[in-house]
């Protein structure tokens, strides 16, 4: 399931492509250095403000188990799950962060998701960015930090369900394309017993 892959992950430019047959996920397992990396991870946390939402399952409404900070252009007006998030203006730090993701990706974001989960008690359960106001074949980047989690994928249509899984490394960048928030869920589960905190940058286009 993979091609390109280098002797020597610690060069930023190598990637790593997974294949997943009727779509694909080019991975930059090092975009940004680890020494970097680990600065960027406590100047997000502390920087950041941060939020809790609330949607309702079933009638109750819960807290989702993570923060976030929906950022972007003014008229980037995103919503998911029944939350409708208008973002705060950019800032220096995750305009950094977004120059070297847009060189990376050779895609434009006018907007960002950033996620702060505390330690392997936060999570998000399966799902799709397929949002209509994504448009289309949506490109996704998302950058981690902190952390080193799992994300996994499965199938949407099928009976039979294929699933993948990858790890999502300190400085890494996932380059989500094509239709895959059409044909594949994913998620970032649970992990019992982890105390470190991850952060998550998905920069993303509102059409
Ligand atoms: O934290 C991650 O790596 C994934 C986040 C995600 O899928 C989302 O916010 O839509
Ligand atoms: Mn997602």
Request: charged share 20%; proline share 5%; hydrophobic share 40%.
């Amino acid at each position: 399931m993979q091609a390109n892959l280098f002797d020597d992950s610690s060069n930023p430019d190598q990637f790593i492509q997974h294949d997943l047959g009727d779509s694909d996920i080019k991975e930059y397992p090092c975009a940004f250095a680890h020494s970097q990396s680990n600065i960027l991870l406590q100047q997000l946390i502390d920087s950041i403000p941060w939020h809790q939402e609330s949607i309702k399952i079933a009638g109750k409404v819960i807290q989702i188990p993570r923060l976030q900070c929906w950022m972007g252009d003014a008229q980037s007006v995103y919503g998911y799950s029944g939350m409708r998030l208008k973002p705060i203006a950019w800032n220096q730090l995750v305009t950094g962060i977004r120059d070297r993701v847009q060189i990376l990706s050779n895609s434009a974001f006018n907007s960002v998701l950033i996620n702060y989960y505390r330690s392997g008690d936060d999570s998000v359960a399966w799902h799709a960015d397929d949002e209509p106001e994504l448009g289309s074949n949506p490109v996704i980047a998302s950058v981690s930090f902190g952390a080193e989690r799992y994300f996994q994928l499965k199938q949407k249509h099928s009976a039979k369900p294929q699933k993948f899984q990858l790890k999502l490394r300190n400085g890494s960048l996932l380059i989500m394309g094509g239709s895959l928030q059409n044909n594949w869920l994913h998620q970032l589960p649970k992990v019992k017993g982890l105390a470190l905190p991850r952060i998550n940058l998905t920069f993303r286009n509102i059409v």
